[in-house]
């Protein structure tokens, strides 16, 4: 049996039925999916690296369909957002604003006995959501059972002080811990456990955060494959995050200095990726969903 190893050392068997799955999810048709499995399994070792499979499938999709290319590097666009963790907390507070919720990212609130800040505050009909986010800039790196220890405490102290606030006694509170790689068995567990609302990259099985983003399109601008990583930079210090955003503003483009010639090839893909109706026009390998 071939054993890969994964980024954080585990070495565990390939299965090729779980890179066809990911395939299909990023919306692959089935003739790139069989070249992309044949191409990999007649170069498989014993020992392989995660990484080298991921990137042999990525640059054959971004050959054949840019849009199947960026919705299958999703997670590593968001890896390369960091290295801090600030723009993951604007980019959970715009997908939670998408979604149909009111938030606030980065804000100061009292507790009974401290004052605490809260990475995102959500608010939905009747319910008000503290989350908390929890980045790594390196794949296969999780979030242990300290961190929702350590949220539940600071959410247990400022809920005690916020549902007693004017407007509030009605209504319900509930803590949320996002992460954009994955949890260990016992942060899931005892998270679950607690009541708090635990999100990762692929838990819970539905709903997860990449469900999230898939669902409305809300690709970062780092899936842009003809953007350099310094230009996304400048772009995310204009506080656009999402290639929706930069579909919306693109004169952001030429004020960071990018060149006009690669401006309209930057804008195309952006709305390629973001499924815009005008570049879709009904293509049903383009509107396939996971």
Known sequence: MIHVTKASGERVPFKVDKLEDSLKRAGANEDIINHITFTIKDMMYDGISTQLVYETAFQILKRSSKLSAARYSIKKAILNMGPSGYPFEKFIGRILHFHGFKTEVGVRLEGKCVTHEIDVIAEKDDAFYLVECKFHNQMGKKSDVKTPLYIQSRYLDVVEHWSKLPGHENKKHQGWI?????????????????????LSWDYPRKNNLRHFIDRAALHPIT??????QAEVSRIMDEDILLCRELIQYPDILQKVGVPK???????SEAEIISHTPRFLNG???????N
């Not at 899931?188 to 609302?197: E, M, P, V």
């Not at 899936?223 to 350099?228: F, R």
């Open 178 to 198: 996002v992460t954009n790689t994955r949890f260990t068995d016992d942060a899931q567990k005892y998270g679950t456990c607690i009541g708090l609302r635990m």
């Open 223 to 228: 899936c842009l494959t003809n953007l350099k």
């Open 261 to 267: 010639r690669r401006i309209k090839d930057i804008i």
């Open 283 to 289: 293509d049903p390998e383009e509107n396939q969903s």
